[in-house]
Protein backbone atom coordinates (compact mmCIF):
# COMPACT_ATOMS: atom_id res chain seq x y z
CA UNK A 1 0.00 0.00 0.00
CA UNK A 2 2.96 2.40 0.64
CA UNK A 3 4.25 1.61 -2.63
CA UNK A 4 0.93 2.70 -3.90
CA UNK A 5 0.60 5.71 -1.89
CA UNK A 6 4.29 6.48 -3.14
CA UNK A 7 3.69 5.98 -6.99
CA UNK A 8 0.64 8.95 -6.80
CA UNK A 9 3.35 11.39 -4.83
CA UNK A 10 5.37 10.91 -8.28
CA UNK A 11 2.46 11.20 -10.32
CA UNK A 12 1.83 14.86 -8.12
CA UNK A 13 5.22 16.03 -8.36
CA UNK A 14 5.59 14.79 -12.24
CA UNK A 15 1.99 16.89 -13.03
CA UNK A 16 3.52 19.88 -10.59
CA UNK A 17 7.23 20.14 -12.52
CA UNK A 18 5.67 20.23 -15.95
CA UNK A 19 3.34 22.73 -15.26
CA UNK A 20 5.86 24.34 -13.67
CA UNK A 21 7.94 24.36 -16.68
CA UNK A 22 4.71 25.17 -18.88
CA UNK A 23 4.86 28.55 -17.31
CA UNK A 24 8.31 29.03 -17.43
CA UNK A 25 8.49 28.79 -21.25
CA UNK A 26 5.86 30.25 -21.49
CA UNK A 27 6.80 33.37 -20.14
CA UNK A 28 9.71 33.30 -22.57
CA UNK A 29 7.51 33.86 -25.82
CA UNK A 30 6.29 30.60 -26.75
CA UNK A 31 2.51 29.91 -26.71
CA UNK A 32 0.73 28.33 -23.89
CA UNK A 33 0.43 24.99 -25.86
CA UNK A 34 3.52 24.89 -27.76
CA UNK A 35 5.16 25.46 -24.27
CA UNK A 36 2.75 22.51 -22.71
CA UNK A 37 3.37 20.47 -25.28
CA UNK A 38 7.78 20.93 -25.40
CA UNK A 39 7.52 20.22 -21.83
CA UNK A 40 5.46 16.84 -21.55
CA UNK A 41 7.33 15.53 -24.52
CA UNK A 42 11.08 16.92 -22.85
CA UNK A 43 9.55 15.22 -19.52
CA UNK A 44 8.78 11.72 -20.86
CA UNK A 45 11.61 12.08 -22.85
CA UNK A 46 9.61 11.67 -26.57
CA UNK A 47 12.04 14.61 -27.93
CA UNK A 48 9.35 15.46 -31.12
CA UNK A 49 11.84 16.58 -33.77
CA UNK A 50 9.74 19.54 -35.36
CA UNK A 51 11.12 22.88 -36.17
CA UNK A 52 9.24 24.12 -32.96
CA UNK A 53 11.41 22.11 -31.15
CA UNK A 54 14.25 23.62 -33.12
CA UNK A 55 13.30 26.65 -31.65
CA UNK A 56 13.08 25.65 -28.10
CA UNK A 57 16.71 24.34 -28.17
CA UNK A 58 18.18 27.17 -29.87
CA UNK A 59 16.98 29.76 -27.11
CA UNK A 60 19.45 29.16 -24.17
CA UNK A 61 16.63 29.97 -21.50
CA UNK A 62 14.83 27.09 -22.91
CA UNK A 63 17.26 24.76 -23.33
CA UNK A 64 17.77 24.94 -19.53
CA UNK A 65 14.22 24.38 -18.67
CA UNK A 66 14.65 21.20 -20.95
CA UNK A 67 17.53 19.74 -19.76
CA UNK A 68 16.60 19.93 -16.54
CA UNK A 69 12.58 18.35 -17.25
CA UNK A 70 14.78 15.17 -19.15
CA UNK A 71 16.76 14.87 -15.96
CA UNK A 72 13.45 15.20 -13.45
CA UNK A 73 11.57 13.00 -15.91
CA UNK A 74 14.15 10.24 -16.32
CA UNK A 75 14.28 9.60 -12.35
CA UNK A 76 10.43 10.06 -12.02
CA UNK A 77 9.62 7.23 -14.32
CA UNK A 78 12.29 5.26 -13.26
CA UNK A 79 10.99 5.53 -9.59
CA UNK A 80 7.07 5.60 -10.63
CA UNK A 81 7.94 1.96 -12.55
CA UNK A 82 9.88 0.61 -9.40
CA UNK A 83 7.07 1.68 -7.10
CA UNK A 84 4.67 0.17 -9.53
CA UNK A 85 6.29 -3.22 -9.29
CA UNK A 86 7.04 -3.30 -6.15
CA UNK A 87 3.54 -2.70 -5.05
CA UNK A 88 2.22 -5.60 -7.04
CA UNK A 89 4.98 -8.21 -5.97
CA UNK A 90 4.40 -10.60 -2.98
CA UNK A 91 1.08 -9.38 -2.49
CA UNK A 92 -0.64 -11.98 -0.21
CA UNK A 93 -4.88 -11.96 -0.22
CA UNK A 94 -6.69 -11.48 -3.00
CA UNK A 95 -8.38 -8.60 -0.74
CA UNK A 96 -5.30 -6.66 -0.55
CA UNK A 97 -4.76 -7.12 -4.36
CA UNK A 98 -8.49 -5.31 -4.51
CA UNK A 99 -7.75 -2.20 -2.65
CA UNK A 100 -4.37 -1.34 -4.09
CA UNK A 101 -6.01 -1.64 -7.30
CA UNK A 102 -8.63 0.52 -6.28
CA UNK A 103 -6.56 3.10 -4.90
CA UNK A 104 -4.18 3.11 -7.78
CA UNK A 105 -7.10 3.68 -10.16
CA UNK A 106 -8.97 6.35 -8.33
CA UNK A 107 -5.77 8.07 -7.16
CA UNK A 108 -5.20 8.46 -11.04
CA UNK A 109 -8.42 9.28 -11.71
CA UNK A 110 -8.27 12.07 -9.43
CA UNK A 111 -5.03 13.73 -10.26
CA UNK A 112 -6.41 13.30 -13.88
CA UNK A 113 -9.18 15.15 -12.89
CA UNK A 114 -7.17 18.01 -10.86
CA UNK A 115 -4.31 18.25 -13.78
CA UNK A 116 -7.94 18.88 -16.53
CA UNK A 117 -8.97 21.49 -14.32
CA UNK A 118 -8.92 25.25 -15.78
CA UNK A 119 -9.99 26.30 -12.58
CA UNK A 120 -7.27 25.21 -10.82
CA UNK A 121 -4.85 25.53 -14.01
CA UNK A 122 -5.39 29.30 -13.33
CA UNK A 123 -4.58 29.94 -10.23
CA UNK A 124 -1.59 27.53 -10.17
CA UNK A 125 -0.26 29.17 -13.30
CA UNK A 126 -0.66 32.42 -11.32
CA UNK A 127 0.95 31.40 -8.02
CA UNK A 128 3.80 29.61 -10.50
CA UNK A 129 4.48 33.03 -12.49
CA UNK A 130 5.12 34.96 -8.92
CA UNK A 131 7.20 32.42 -7.58
CA UNK A 132 8.86 31.79 -10.61
CA UNK A 133 9.29 35.77 -10.61
CA UNK A 134 10.00 36.12 -7.01
CA UNK A 135 12.78 32.97 -6.74
CA UNK A 136 14.52 33.12 -10.24
CA UNK A 137 16.39 34.92 -12.62
CA UNK A 138 13.55 34.07 -15.07
CA UNK A 139 12.41 37.47 -17.27
CA UNK A 140 8.45 36.80 -16.36
CA UNK A 141 6.95 39.01 -19.21
CA UNK A 142 3.14 38.64 -19.90
CA UNK A 143 3.49 38.82 -23.84
CA UNK A 144 -0.27 38.35 -24.66
CA UNK A 145 -1.31 41.23 -22.02
CA UNK A 146 1.58 43.49 -23.52
CA UNK A 147 0.15 42.74 -27.17
CA UNK A 148 -3.61 42.47 -25.84
CA UNK A 149 -3.71 39.20 -27.46
CA UNK A 150 -7.64 38.98 -27.04
CA UNK A 151 -10.92 39.93 -28.42
CA UNK A 152 -10.14 40.72 -32.14
CA UNK A 153 -6.38 41.31 -32.00
CA UNK A 154 -3.83 38.13 -32.74
CA UNK A 155 -0.28 37.47 -33.75
CA UNK A 156 -0.54 35.48 -37.25
CA UNK A 157 1.83 34.19 -39.83
CA UNK A 158 1.12 35.00 -43.39
CA UNK A 159 3.21 33.25 -46.29
CA UNK A 160 3.45 34.96 -49.08
CA UNK A 161 2.88 32.09 -52.35
CA UNK A 162 3.05 32.95 -55.73
CA UNK A 163 0.32 35.85 -56.80
CA UNK A 164 -0.12 36.96 -53.33
CA UNK A 165 -1.11 40.64 -53.39
CA UNK A 166 2.27 41.39 -50.82
CA UNK A 167 4.61 39.84 -53.53
CA UNK A 168 7.60 42.08 -54.45
CA UNK A 169 6.08 45.21 -52.51
CA UNK A 170 7.78 46.62 -50.27
CA UNK A 171 6.82 47.14 -46.58
CA UNK A 172 6.07 51.03 -47.26
CA UNK A 173 4.20 50.74 -50.57
CA UNK A 174 1.92 48.29 -48.87
CA UNK A 175 0.39 50.27 -46.22
CA UNK A 176 -0.64 48.07 -44.26
CA UNK A 177 0.03 50.37 -41.23
CA UNK A 178 -3.04 51.99 -42.89
CA UNK A 179 -5.58 48.77 -42.59
CA UNK A 180 -4.71 48.40 -38.68
CA UNK A 181 -1.92 45.32 -40.00
CA UNK A 182 1.30 45.70 -38.38
CA UNK A 183 4.36 44.18 -39.52
CA UNK A 184 6.72 42.55 -37.08
CA UNK A 185 8.97 40.39 -38.83
CA UNK A 186 9.99 38.67 -42.47
CA UNK A 187 11.20 35.30 -42.49
CA UNK A 188 12.78 34.44 -45.90
CA UNK A 189 12.87 31.01 -47.37
CA UNK A 190 16.14 30.72 -46.49
CA UNK A 191 15.30 30.99 -42.76
CA UNK A 192 16.80 34.70 -42.02
CA UNK A 193 14.69 36.37 -40.11
CA UNK A 194 14.26 40.39 -40.65
CA UNK A 195 12.66 41.66 -37.27
CA UNK A 196 11.04 45.22 -36.80
CA UNK A 197 11.60 45.63 -41.30
CA UNK A 198 11.82 49.20 -42.75
CA UNK A 199 9.23 50.91 -44.81
CA UNK A 200 12.18 49.73 -47.50
CA UNK A 201 12.15 45.89 -46.70
CA UNK A 202 10.85 44.28 -49.79
CA UNK A 203 8.49 40.93 -49.03
CA UNK A 204 9.69 38.12 -51.92
CA UNK A 205 7.70 34.80 -52.96
CA UNK A 206 7.91 32.24 -50.20
CA UNK A 207 8.37 34.23 -47.45
CA UNK A 208 6.63 34.43 -44.15
CA UNK A 209 5.75 37.89 -42.84
CA UNK A 210 4.76 37.81 -38.62
CA UNK A 211 1.98 40.13 -38.39
CA UNK A 212 0.00 41.84 -35.72
CA UNK A 213 -3.90 43.03 -36.13
CA UNK A 214 -7.61 42.33 -35.39
CA UNK A 215 -8.11 38.55 -36.69
CA UNK A 216 -10.47 39.49 -39.72
CA UNK A 217 -8.23 40.99 -41.18
CA UNK A 218 -5.39 38.97 -40.47
CA UNK A 219 -7.42 36.01 -42.39
CA UNK A 220 -8.34 37.99 -45.17
CA UNK A 221 -4.64 39.21 -46.02
CA UNK A 222 -3.58 35.66 -46.62
CA UNK A 223 -5.68 34.87 -48.91
CA UNK A 224 -5.54 38.17 -50.82
CA UNK A 225 -4.63 38.09 -54.36
CA UNK A 226 -2.89 40.44 -56.61
CA UNK A 227 -4.52 42.56 -59.19
CA UNK A 228 -7.70 44.90 -59.11
CA UNK A 229 -9.44 42.76 -55.99
CA UNK A 230 -6.78 42.87 -53.59
CA UNK A 231 -6.15 46.63 -54.40
CA UNK A 232 -10.00 47.37 -53.81
CA UNK A 233 -9.78 44.99 -50.30
CA UNK A 234 -6.72 47.37 -49.38
CA UNK A 235 -8.80 50.42 -50.11
CA UNK A 236 -11.78 49.04 -47.69
CA UNK A 237 -9.57 48.37 -45.17
CA UNK A 238 -7.99 51.58 -45.17
CA UNK A 239 -11.61 53.37 -44.86
CA UNK A 240 -12.89 51.23 -42.15
CA UNK A 241 -9.89 51.48 -40.44
CA UNK A 242 -10.26 55.69 -40.57
CA UNK A 243 -14.06 55.35 -39.52
CA UNK A 244 -12.94 53.17 -37.01
CA UNK A 245 -10.22 55.43 -35.42
CA UNK A 246 -12.85 58.42 -36.28
CA UNK A 247 -15.16 56.78 -33.62
CA UNK A 248 -12.86 56.15 -30.90
CA UNK A 249 -12.01 59.76 -31.04
CA UNK A 250 -15.00 61.20 -30.74
CA UNK A 251 -15.69 58.81 -28.07
CA UNK A 252 -12.78 59.50 -26.33
CA UNK A 253 -13.83 63.62 -26.42
CA UNK A 254 -16.81 62.52 -25.22
CA UNK A 255 -15.57 60.82 -22.19
CA UNK A 256 -13.23 63.38 -21.23
CA UNK A 257 -15.82 65.85 -21.49
CA UNK A 258 -18.30 63.94 -19.42
CA UNK A 259 -15.55 63.34 -16.51
CA UNK A 260 -14.26 66.88 -16.79
CA UNK A 261 -16.06 68.97 -13.65
Same mark, same amino acid.
Request: aromatic content about 6%.
Given at each position: ???????? /????????? %???????? %???????????????????? &? #??????????? @????????????? =????????????????????????????????? =?????? +??????????? *????????????????????? !????? =????? *???????? /???????? @?????????????? %???? &???????? =? #??? !??? %????? *? !??? /?????? #??????????????? @????????? *??????? /????? !????? +?????
Amino acid at each position: MLSIISLL /IVLTLSILV %TRIATVAL %THTGLSRESARFQARSAFTG &V #GFTTSESENVV @NHPLRRKILMLLM =LLGNAGVITAVSSLIVSFVNVEGSVILFWQIFL =LVSGTI +GLWAVASSSWI *DRHLSNLIARGLKSFTSINIQ !DYSSM =LRLAG *DFQISEVH /ISSGHWLE @NRTIGSAALRQEGI %TVLG &VERSEGTY =L #GAP !DKE %TKVLK *D !DTI /IVYGKA #GLLEKLCSRGSGRNG @NQEHERNIT *DEKLTKS /IEKRE !DHKSC +GSSSP
